[in-house]
Structures are given as structure tokens and as C-alpha cells.
């Protein structure tokens, strides 16, 4: 059992749309991560939180917009997306950053 | 250009054979990590090492990372079924102030 928990497992969602991904962990854990995976890819950093606080975003288009209301927890607000956004997307966490991230199941998102 | 190059691509092993996993960088590796991924799923953790020579190991999977610190290597021994799934080296390239860079991946098949 992972110790990462991200809702929903699955979501489908229409272009104009408005949903959330969700990501929980309880390790106490102060950096935590959203990735984007598509298929046969490595995982591509999107965020990183440090201390609740945005510390690296790496140009991800504004239709994700990162949300961390407290140390366990993170959010990834999706709005407008596009076909191409269709992928897996995780999130990850770890006691600081240069120390072993631990992941979440992901959630697997379809864009219509 | 790839940072991290992962070989092979992909494997496939008979149950009961070993089989290593190689992962190389041009840039020096401040910390090196071996993950695992099924299908869809999240990335599992397996090992981190961040000693020139160092290696570690977990059940029949031994983990090592070579004295000048640019290559790892993986290795499974007597191959199950269960060892089936992507592997995945991910390095900090910059003592933990940049983002965790991954390899392209090694998937792995067992077959009885």
C-alpha cells in the first residue's frame, strides 16, 4: 500500500471543465511534487512545494494551476485543458528535496 | 539531449535467469534512485545510493553505483515473475538543488 493517496484513480473530463486532482500523505513529509507521465515516458516535473511554498514550477501552461492548503496535502486545479494534457499524473513527496521521493498511484486523466 | 541513459530499452528473461539494468550520466550523480513501475500505476522505490562504490541490496536486487559516480547498475538475480515492470533511474545531478532527472526506463519482462 502506498502511503501517497491521490484521488480520483480515473477522471474523464470535458475541455471547458473544471475538476481537481487531489494528494494526500501523511509521512510529515515538507516537499511534495506533481509530475505528468504519458505513456512509455519517464515522469516530467511539473511542480514542486517546499514548506508549502512554490519553489519550482517548470513552465507548466496556467490551465494547472498547484495548490498546497497544508503540509499534507496538495492539490492540482485543472481548467480548459486540452487533448494532449491526457496522461497520468502523480504526485510524490519527501522529507526534503535531494532525498528519496515516494509516489502515489496516480491519476489517470482523459481529456474529451 | 538525454542526461540520464538508461540500458536497455527493454528485457525480456526467462524465470530464473539474472539480468543487470545500467544507467549512465555525463554529469557526476549526487544521489542516485531506483524505482519501479507497473503499468499505470505509481513509482515504487527501491533503493537510493550516493557513495562513490557504494551498494545496496533488497531481496535479490542489488544496487550499485561505480567509484566516479556517473554509472549505476542493476541487477536481479534469479529472475520472478514478480520482477516484471519499468524500471526506472532517476538522479540529482546538482546536490539536490535542481529537480530529480530521470532515465527513459527498462522494461522488463519474465517469462516461465
Known amino acids: 500500500d502506498t502511503e501517497v493517496t491521490q484521488t480520483p484513480k480515473h477522471l474523464v473530463m470535458g475541455m471547458t471543465n473544471k475538476k481537481s486532482l487531489k494528494c494526500e500523505q501523511h509521512?510529515?513529509?515538507?516537499?511534495m511534487y506533481w509530475y505528468k507521465q504519458k505513456a512509455k515516458k519517464p515522469p516530467e516535473l511539473m511542480f514542486v512545494y517546499s514548506y508549502e511554498k512554490l519553489s519550482i514550477n517548470e513552465s507548466v501552461p496556467s490551465r494547472f494551476s498547484p495548490e498546497c492548503p497544508n503540509s499534507s496535502l496538495l492539490n492540482l486545479h485543472l481548467h480548459a485543458l486540452q487533448p494532449e494534457d491526457s496522461a497520468l499524473y502523480l504526485c510524490?513527496?519527501?522529507?526534503?528535496?535531494?532525498?528519496?521521493?515516494?509516489f502515489g498511484d496516480g491519476t489517470r486523466l482523459s481529456i474529451l | 539531449s538525454q542526461e540520464l541513459e538508461q540500458s536497455p530499452q527493454s528485457l525480456i528473461v526467462q524465470e530464473g535467469k539474472n539480468l543487470t539494468i545500467n544507467c549512465t550520466s555525463s554529469k557526476t550523480l549526487y544521489g542516485l534512485y531506483w524505482y519501479k513501475q507497473k503499468y499505470g500505476e505509481g513509482l515504487i522505490f527501491l533503493m537510493m545510493l550516493q557513495k562513490g562504490g557504494e551498494e545496496k541490496s533488497h531481496e535479490k536486487i542489488t544496487a550499485k553505483l561505480d567509484e566516479k559516480k556517473q554509472q549505476s547498475s542493476l541487477h536481479i538475480t534469479a529472475s520472478q515473475p514478480s520482477h516484471a515492470g519499468i524500471y526506472l533511474c532517476?538522479?540529482?545531478?546538482?546536490?539536490?538543488?535542481?529537480?530529480?532527472?530521470f532515465g527513459k526506463g527498462t522494461r522488463l519482462s519474465v517469462i516461465a
Open positions: 510524490a513527496s519527501s522529507q526534503g528535496q535531494g532525498l528519496p521521493q515516494h
Open positions: 509521512m510529515g513529509h515538507r516537499a
Open positions: 532517476g538522479a540529482d545531478l546538482d546536490s539536490g538543488n535542481t529537480p530529480l532527472v
